[in-house]
């Protein structure tokens, strides 16, 4: 059963279609990869999930209900994580006061209890000294900080949005089994924006494939990538 | 460092609620005007901390004053009561307005305050019959017969109470909703945070208490009119207290208000309207040179110094 749906999710921008009739499920325990060339409509897409867009036509349903008009703060609130491609640190809040927030307001916390449980995340993802400002953080421990907001929202879906952009490989590895080993404990339905190939192949159980907005494949890794419409739109076009 | 910093101020509110006992109704009268502002300077201190600029201090200031007064004219309210009210007809009036206006940000919201505060002034300049118009209203009798040492504790309690509310808000969610919000509302929305309900509730706090000093300032001297209680120093000077203090504090205000309260005073003394060219040239100073003001200078200091007794390297 899926958790997450979407039913011919559209978006136009002016003239520009964004995200065009878009049929998409998650499940949980899962983890999709979405791929795509540059300006395809990925984040968009995350985007018009976390409610921070309205769509111009279509839906989308969490556990069957429909939550297309749902302000955004409501659907952290209900479950719905993501972090984000241009990472948005809170620079006047500490790393563990930033973690804070999702158990404060999105699980509801008192503020001892939430710095307890953002301390126990922290550690489960390997964040140490947690008074420290955002500013004195190298940038994996900045995406290891964005992850933990996520969590701290306590999502039955998370969306993640070029987590591995600007890491080397060797920290590339530390995050995705990072993300494998909290999808497996945490039971998430996982939806990964990445460029590059290697994290999709190693990270995610199937593929869906935007161009222009629109699904053009999915499936296995090792299938779609043979389709000939992915090779001619991503795949030949430069990568 | 830091309970040792709150024991510290802790003292120096006791002695405030004492000072009556060693100072003259001069210096009270100082004083009084001094914890007013410290009231103004740190609820705008507080809707500031969420990124939204708002010049209306003086109209809420005003509508509190002819709030209080008109209660106590037209329906024979007893001042305390007439407080409350001030209270809560401001934190009312802040919410319904807050509800078009915190859909603006930045600029916008800043200027539409002004605008408000400006609306109010014009209608009750022009609303004769009820309001007294430009003449204003006198009030029957002064806030405890106009003696000095209870119309002093009361501002120092309301005071403390204002100072309290502030450091509760800095520890409390409203801290890290406000926060978020000045650092980024999209992050902030991801997370949970109701922006518009917690600027609304932070608006019409903050509004209440500005309404609540108005209200007070009315019983004390007596009267309102429209050029005086609607004045812009109402706005200006807790800017420029804050803004030396430190912003986004508890004591960055406090801090401020009573330097430039005094200071203000006194060149007062010396020169009318001097103390205001004051104001202007600290505040460019402390934009210019001290962006956190003194308590962020001195908690840079303070840290520097812990961080090296610590062994910790200094950036
Ligand atoms: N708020 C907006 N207003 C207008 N156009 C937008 C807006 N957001 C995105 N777009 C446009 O929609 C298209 C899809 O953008 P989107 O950011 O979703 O692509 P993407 O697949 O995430 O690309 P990338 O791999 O570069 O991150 C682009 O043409 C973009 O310019
Ligand atoms: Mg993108």
Redesign the pocket.
């Known amino acids: 059963m899926s958790i997450l749906q979407t039913k011919k999710l559209t978006i136009k921008?002016?003239g520009?279609t964004?995200?065009n009739e878009v049929d998409f499920s998650l499940e949980s325990g899962h983890i999709v990869g979405i791929i795509?060339?540059?300006?395809?409509?990925?984040?968009?897409?995350?985007?018009l999930i976390a409610g921070l867009?309205t769509p111009t036509s279509g839906s989308v349903f969490l556990d069957g209900e429909d939550i297309t008009a749902m302000k955004p703060h409501k659907r952290a609130r209900i479950g719905i994580g993501r972090t984000f491609?241009l990472i948005h640190p809170l620079e006047n809040l500490s790393l563990v006061e930033n973690v804070m927030n999702g158990f404060l307001f999105a699980q509801d916390f008192s503020v001892p209890k939430a710095r307890k449980a953002a301390v126990l995340l922290c550690e489960e993802l390997g964040l140490s000294r947690l008074e420290r400002p955002t500013s004195q953080m190298n940038i994996l421990e900045i995406k290891k900080m964005e992850l933990a907001k996520a969590l701290a929202v306590n999502p039955k879906i998370l969306f993640l949005?070029?987590m591995m952009a600007g890491l080397n490989s060797d920290e590339s590895l530390e995050m995705i089994s990072l993300v494998q080993k909290v999808t497996r404990s945490k039971n998430l339905a996982v939806g990964v924006?990445e460029?590059v190939m290697g994290v999709i192949k190693q990270l995610t159980h199937s593929v869906v494939v935007?161009d222009g907005?629109e699904v053009i494949a999915q499936g296995k890794y090792e299938d779609v990538v043979k389709n000939e419409r992915v090779q001619s739109a991503y795949l030949g076009g430069g990568a | 460092m830091k309970k040792t910093l709150n024991r510290t101020f802790l003292i120096i509110g006791v002695l405030l609620l004492a000072a009556p006992l060693f100072m003259g109704p001069y210096a009270q009268s100082v004083a009084r005007s001094v914890l007013m502002y410290l009231m103004l300077a740190i609820s705008w201190n507080m809707l500031v901390s969420s990124g939204q600029l708002s010049f209306g201090i003086a109209g809420f200031f005003g509508l509190g004053g002819y709030a209080s007064t008109l209660a106590i004219v037209y329906l024979g309210m007893p001042p305390i009561l007439s407080l409350v009210f001030a209270f809560i007809l401001v934190g009312a009036a802040a919410w319904l307005l807050g509800l078009v206006a915190l859909r603006l940000r930045g600029m916008y919201f800043a200027i539409s305050t002004l605008a408000l505060a400006e609306i109010f002034r014009v209608i009750i300049h022009n609303w004769h019959g009820f309001t007294g118009g430009p003449n204003g209203k006198l009030l029957p009798k002064l806030i405890f017969d106009g003696a000095s040492v209870p119309t002093y504790l009361l501002m120092a309690v309301l005071a403390a109470g204002t100072i309290a509310f502030s450091m509760w808000f800095r520890r409390s969610k409203f801290h890290f909703a406000v926060t978020s919000i000045r650092d980024n509302e999209i992050a902030a929305m991801s997370t949970g945070i109701n922006i518009y309900k917690t600027l609304l509730m932070v608006f019409a706090v903050t509004s209440a208490v500005q309404g609540l000093v108005g209200a007070s300032f009315a019983n004390m001297y007596g009267f309102v009119t429209p050029e005086s209680s609607f004045n812009m120093n109402y706005t200006l000077l807790p800017l420029a207290m804050t803004l030396l203090g430190g912003l986004y504090t508890t004591w960055g205000p406090v801090l401020g208000a009573v330097l430039l309260g005094i200071v203000g005073e006194y060149l007062k003394l010396y020169i009318p309207y001097g103390h205001l060219i004051v104001y202007g040239i600290i505040i460019v100073l402390v934009i210019l040179f001290m962006p956190n003001g003194i308590v962020g200078l001195s908690g840079k200091l303070l840290n520097g110094f812990e961080a090296r007794k610590k062994g910790e390297v200094q950036l």
């Open positions: 921008f002016g520009l964004a995200v795509g060339p540059n300006g395809a409509g990925k984040t968009t897409f995350i985007n867009h491609q949005d070029e924006v460029h935007l907005g």
